[in-house]
């Protein structure tokens, strides 16, 4: 059973740094892109960052291109999100996915349960 | 960056009625996008995929039509386990964009 578990999510003030992780189980991990998508309260979804599979590739979404980097540890199965210099519009659920198909971006099709950022003084 | 419209931003509708939203790109992502379902306090989950393939485990009840820059999600008969908000996606190119969402309400 494909598993994904996001932690460090917290309250931070704006300007500051925080760093998620998204632990993952239950598939061939090196063989899929994860992203990172958001969900401010009460709002729609935002696709945040994206990583390939062996991590040599990553896009990132246009409000946080230069603020925020995502990377992996393909001999721990995990990808973080380092995310700096933190906004009030950063707050957000954040989730990690999985692509559905092995070696190419694809669409998002395991999710996990999420982690809330608040960015606020 | 490609910009997703769906509509109606609120459908109300009854148990057993036909549903059909829209999504609307400001320009052609081929047959590249994808439907998601998302429950409150939940995360979303995938419905179709490349425009017209239905996800592992999703009831036939949903189907996905359209190319180019129209696309069509179609629920054939609500159930009531299916009133929800539902997103557009496209992976045509990056950054990759969702719509605005459809909320599925009961009447």
């Known amino acids: 059973e494909v598993q994904l578990l996001e932690s460090g999510g917290g309250l931070v003030q704006p300007g500051g740094s925080l760093r998620l992780s998204c632990a993952a189980s239950?598939?061939?991990?090196?063989?899929?892109?994860i992203s990172w998508v958001r969900q401010a309260p009460g709002k729609g979804l935002e696709w945040v960052a994206g990583?390939?599979?062996?991590?040599?590739?990553?896009y990132y979404g246009d409000s946080v291109q230069g603020r925020f980097t995502v990377a992996r540890d393909n001999s721990r199965n995990t990808v973080s999100l380092q995310m700096d210099s933190l906004r009030a519009e950063d707050t957000a659920v954040y989730y990690c996915?999985?692509?559905?198909?092995?070696?190419?971006?694809?669409?998002?099709?395991?999710w996990g349960r999420g982690t809330l950022v608040t960015v606020s003084s | 960056d490609i910009v997703l419209t769906q509509s109606p931003a609120t459908l109300s509708l009854s148990p057993g009625d036909r549903a059909t939203l829209t999504c609307r790109a400001s320009?052609?992502?081929?047959?590249?996008l994808a439907w998601y379902q998302q429950k409150p306090g939940q995360a979303p989950r995938l419905l179709i995929f490349?425009?017209?393939g239905r996800a592992t485990d999703i009831p036939a009840r949903f189907s996905g039509g359209g190319s180019g820059t129209d696309f069509t999600l179609t629920i054939s008969s609500l159930e009531p386990d299916d009133f929800a908000v539902y997103y557009c996606?496209?992976?045509?190119?990056?950054?990759?964009?969702f719509g605005g969402g459809t909320k599925v309400e009961i009447k």
């Open positions: 490349d425009a017209s």
């Open positions: 239950g598939f061939m991990f090196e063989g899929y892109v």
């Open positions: 320009q052609s992502v081929g047959s590249s």
């Open positions: 996606q496209q992976r045509r190119r990056f950054p990759l964009t």
């Open positions: 996915a999985k692509d559905r198909e092995v070696g190419i971006w694809d669409y998002f099709e395991s």
């Open positions: 990583i390939s599979g062996s991590g040599s590739t990553s």
